[in-house]
């Protein structure tokens, strides 16, 4: 579901869909452009998944301070037309020669006023589907039962920086097979399951 938001002085008619979006950001004339699609993640109860993931490292007997941040990386992506002043915005080599030079100083305030900014178009993203039980994000305690084996190993081995990502989920998994005795199965057993 597509929702627009005006980030501009721009007026937006609520019923404008991405395509339409997009083909209203290329008819336009304007030299310098751009726009950006930012995702909005509906249905996540932040406050109980904090609260159960501290609970699930002080049951760990973690005396230390917890801090639990649940952030949506790539929410935001921001698009320009082709033109070539855009080309130079985005090499590293130009942010760096810029930032050294403090050329910085006349490019960013020239680039702010020259580019036409379309507003930011807010996607949204379901978090939880009660009707589909055999999603994984169906409600928050099969969500936390998924990832609690990488929270109990990150709270063992004291690694508080950073993201938990899916292969630290399945070292965690593969690591608390292995420690039970549970032999993994090939990829081709028959009997392999997802988890």
């Known amino acids: ?4 938001h005006k980030s501009s002085k721009e007026s937006l008619d609520p019923d404008v869909t991405l395509p339409r979006w997009c083909e209203q950001f290329c008819a336009d004339r ?6 950006a699609i930012k995702r909005e993640v509906a249905g996540l ?3 109980y998944l904090k609260l159960e993931i501290m609970r699930l490292a002080r049951g760990l007997g973690y005396k ?4 639990v941040g649940i952030e949506s990386p790539g929410s935001k992506v921001k698009f320009y037309n082709g033109a070539r002043e855009n080309r130079w915005r985005l090499k590293g080599w130009v942010k760096i020669l810029l930032g ?3 050329l910085w100083t006349v490019a960013a305030p020239y680039l702010s006023l020259r580019t036409k900014k379309f507003g930011t178009y807010f996607v949204e993203w379901p978090f939880t589907r009660p009707e589909d039980e055999t999603w994984l994000h169906s409600n928050p305690k099969r969500f936390l039962e998924y990832w609690a084996p990488a929270i109990r190993r990150v709270v063992a081995g004291k690694r508080f920086r950073g993201f938990l990502t899916s292969a630290d ?3 965690a998994v593969l690591a608390e097979r292995a420690a039970s005795g549970v032999q993994e199965q090939g990829w081709f057993d028959p009997t392999h ?3």
């Open 1 to 4: 579901m597509f929702h627009p």
């Open 30 to 35: 304007s030299r310098l452009k751009s726009f």
């Open 45 to 47: 109860d932040e406050t």
């Open 64 to 67: 230390g301070t917890v801090e």
């Open 100 to 102: 050294i030079s403090f």
């Open 169 to 171: 989920r399945d070292r």
């Open 193 to 195: 399951t997802a988890l």
